[in-house]
Structure formats: structure tokens, C-alpha cells
């Protein structure tokens, strides 16, 4: 276990000489039991030294994915409503920015948190620019895959089938910020973002992790067996792999994308909870948002886990304080800053940690 605990100082400290063998023995067994416990359970955060809210514009809800461009404007975030939006420094407020539903009216849709409207309106669960080209690339539940320019607007379409399956219902993305290449995730291919709670309640496990090709535009499936929730992905630093989180399941994979065992997947972390989005960090490693299930306790918390890519958890981050509610979608780090967004929220949380 890299992490040391108090638990660790303190047993270090006692002498065995002064106990017989048995005790010496079974205290050995208590401590290696308190060892084991899966580390999940070990809070290791520092005082978070400032918090502040990004309010949304009035009557929205749900900031979940979230970027900055490559000139360090931003946050943009994906609300309930189908808007992208940006927030503005000069203005203190978010501004309208791209859009990927073909048939969405700001008339019908601006301020709306009605899921019956959500096909029309869009979704944009997923978003990452492309630096290089300074493309918005969007994972949009309703409207499929789809990229959008430096001015916004109109969204493009660039795919709505994988390999002849519907994307029902995409969710996570990530953008491999050397070539292009896109990867992302189909929620399930049975189940629509209104019909969630079925698909929890059914243990669908129909979700797909796919990649669209920069140079050829073309969709592949990556995996295909049953993945269950299929929520947020992200590349690592080196492009050899990416994890990906399965929210039903309540867990991480690593899918490796290059060496000897390309194509390959394996789960790397297990949670007391539902993961939502993954984003590396600066240092390569990766930031998962989690709604924790603690022991003993009937409340599930908004948790924010820091893992590295083969899933150790290096920090948990609880944000009950600062949140209302069981969800934190994603937590971004850039610099010495962190961004959250959630479902359930009408701003985008901004934390010194
Ligand atoms: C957009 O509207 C047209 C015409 O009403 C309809 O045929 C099409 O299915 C709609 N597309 C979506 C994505 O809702
Ligand atoms: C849900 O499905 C997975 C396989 O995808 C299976 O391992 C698990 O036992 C199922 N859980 C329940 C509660 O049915
Ligand atoms: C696109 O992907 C499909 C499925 O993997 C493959 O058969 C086809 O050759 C690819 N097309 C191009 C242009 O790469
Ligand atoms: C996932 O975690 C939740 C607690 O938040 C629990 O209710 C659920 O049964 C777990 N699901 C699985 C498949 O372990
Ligand atoms: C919880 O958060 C929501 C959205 O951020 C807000 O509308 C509501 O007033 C909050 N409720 C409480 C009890 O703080």
C-alpha cells in the first residue's frame, strides 16, 4: 500500500517484545485485516482552501461535461437544456456557444430541464476540444457524435450508427490530442438518457466503447461485450491506453489502444459507488467522479477519487459540503484548480485544493 495512514504510524510504534507470541501473532493478523480494507474507505484530503460557484443562466440545471479551449477561455459545459455554453470573465455569467441537436429552438429549449423535450433539444453529456484544430469535439445522448468549430453554433454530425447499432445514447468522451482520434461511449443500446433508471434497474449491459478515426471519419466499436453503463473515458498521456468507466457496474476499466496487449480490456478499480466521468490530470493521472456509498452510513456522497492508470486510489476528495446532492459528474484539474460539474447542480463548482 503506497498510501501511509495514521493506522500505519501508530502501529509501527509498538514494541512486540513486551507481548507473547499469540498476541504478538494476532495482533499481526488484526493489523494485516486493517490493511486490506479496500482503500476506498481512506479519506486523505487536505483542507479544500477555496470554494466559489460559476452560476448558470437562470433555470438551468446540470453542467456535466467540461473543457477549456485552447486559448484558455472557458469553462464550457454541457447543460440539460442541449446548450454549450461558456463562461465569460468579463461578464461573470455563461454565454451561449454550439448546440448539436439539428431541430433544437432556444424558444422551446433555452432553461428547460424537461426530459420529455430532450430529443429535441439534445444533450451534450461529453465534450473535449482538439486543441490543434481548435474543434469542440461533443457526445451528445440524442444527437450522436458531433464536432463544431471555433464560433459554435450548429454543431456538425459526424456519426448517429457504429457498425450498423444506433448510438442510443452516448455519453463520455476523449480526445487523443495528437491525432485527432476520438473516443467515446455508447450508455447502452437498448436504453434512451430519459430511460436511465430502467437501465440501472434492468442491469443493462449493452453499452460500447467506439473510436472515430480523425483521418478516415470512421466509427469502430473497440468493445463490444456487454458493458454495463458505459460513462466517462479517458486517454492517458502516453496514448497506450484509456480508462473507462462502467456505471452500473460500479467500476473502471483500462482498455490498452497499443503493445502486446492492444485490444485488450481489464478492470482496473472496483468503487462503493457509481463512477461518472474521468479526466487526467496534469500529472497523468486521472479524476474520477463518483457518488460513494460510505460504510455504516445511509447517505451516498459526492465524491471526487483521484486513481492512478492502474486504478490504486491515491486520493478521495468528499464534496458533500459544498453539494446538495448524490452526484458529482466530473472533475476537471487545470493548474492548481478544479472544476466540477453535476447533474443535479445550476453551477459549476471552482475549488482550491
Ligand atoms: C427533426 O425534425 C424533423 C422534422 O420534424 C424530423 O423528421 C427529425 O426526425 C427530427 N430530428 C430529430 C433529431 O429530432
Ligand atoms: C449485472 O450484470 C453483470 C454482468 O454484466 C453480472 O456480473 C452481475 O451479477 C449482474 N448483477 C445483478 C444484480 O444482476
Ligand atoms: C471502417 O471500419 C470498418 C469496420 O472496421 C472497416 O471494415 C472499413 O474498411 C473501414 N473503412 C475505412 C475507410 O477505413
Ligand atoms: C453500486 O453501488 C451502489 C451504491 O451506490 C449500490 O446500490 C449498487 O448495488 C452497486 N452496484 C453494483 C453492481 O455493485
Ligand atoms: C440544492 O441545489 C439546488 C440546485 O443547485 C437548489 O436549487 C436548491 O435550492 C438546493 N437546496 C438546498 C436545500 O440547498
Request: hydrophobic residues 40%; aromatic residues 12%.
Amino acid at each position: 500500500m503506497a498510501i501511509k495512514t495514521d493506522a500505519d504510524c501508530y502501529a509501527s510504534s509498538f514494541n512486540f517484545r513486551q507481548f507473547g507470541f499469540n498476541e504478538t501473532v494476532t495482533m499481526l493478523l488484526i493489523l494485516l485485516i486493517f490493511l486490506s480494507v479496500p482503500s476506498n474507505y481512506i479519506v486523505l484530503s487536505q483542507q479544500i482552501s477555496t470554494f466559489r460557484k460559476l452560476n448558470l443562466p437562470t433555470t438551468s440545471v446540470g453542467p456535466e461535461p467540461i473543457d477549456f479551449d485552447a486559448l484558455g477561455r472557458g469553462p464550457y459545459t454541457g447543460i440539460s437544456d442541449g446548450r454549450i455554453v461558456r463562461y465569460d470573465k468579463r461578464t461573470s455569467s455563461f454565454v451561449d456557444f454550439a448546440f448539436a441537436s439539428q431541430n433544437r429552438s432556444k424558444a422551446v429549449c433555452d432553461g428547460t430541464n424537461s426530459p420529455a423535450l430532450r430529443p429535441v433539444c439534445g444533450r451534450p453529456l461529453g465534450i473535449e476540444f482538439f486543441h490543434r484544430r481548435n474543434l469542440l469535439f461533443i457526445a451528445d445522448a440524442f444527437a450522436g457524435l458531433c464536432v463544431v468549430g471555433p464560433n459554435g453554433g450548429l454543431a456538425t454530425q459526424l456519426a448517429t450508427t457504429a457498425e450498423g447499432i444506433s448510438l442510443r445514447f452516448l455519453n463520455g468522451l476523449s480526445v487523443d490530442q495528437h491525432t485527432g482520434d476520438v473516443y467515446f461511449t455508447d450508455y447502452s443500446s437498448r436504453f434512451l438518457q430519459t430511460q436511465i433508471q430502467q437501465a440501472i434497474a434492468a442491469n443493462d449491459s449493452t453499452g460500447r466503447l467506439l473510436k472515430y478515426d480523425y483521418r478516415t471519419k470512421n466509427v469502430t466499436v473497440l468493445l463490444l461485450r456487454g458493458l454495463s453503463g458505459a460513462n466517462g473515458v479517458a486517454i492517458s498521456s502516453d496514448g497506450t491506453y484509456l480508462l473507462f468507466a462502467e456505471s452500473i457496474a460500479n467500476r473502471t476499466q483500462r482498455f490498452w489502444l497499443r503493445g502486446a496487449r492492444a485490444f485488450t480490456s481489464e478492470v482496473v478499480a472496483n468503487f462503493q459507488g457509481m463512477p461518472r466521468n474521468i479526466r487526467r490530470t496534469p500529472s497523468g493521472d486521472f479524476l474520477v467522479g463518483v457518488s460513494v456509498q460510505r460504510p455504516g452510513a445511509p447517505s451516498i456522497v459526492p465524491t471526487a477519487i483521484r486513481i492512478n492508470g492502474a486504478g490504486q486510489i491515491l486520493q478521495t476528495l468528499p464534496l458533500d459540503h459544498y453539494y446538495n446532492t448524490t452526484v458529482i459528474s466530473e472533475f476537471l484539474q487545470r493548474g492548481s484548480r478544479y472544476y466540477a460539474g453535476s447533474a443535479q447542480a445550476n453551477f459549476v463548482g471552482v475549488f482550491n485544493w
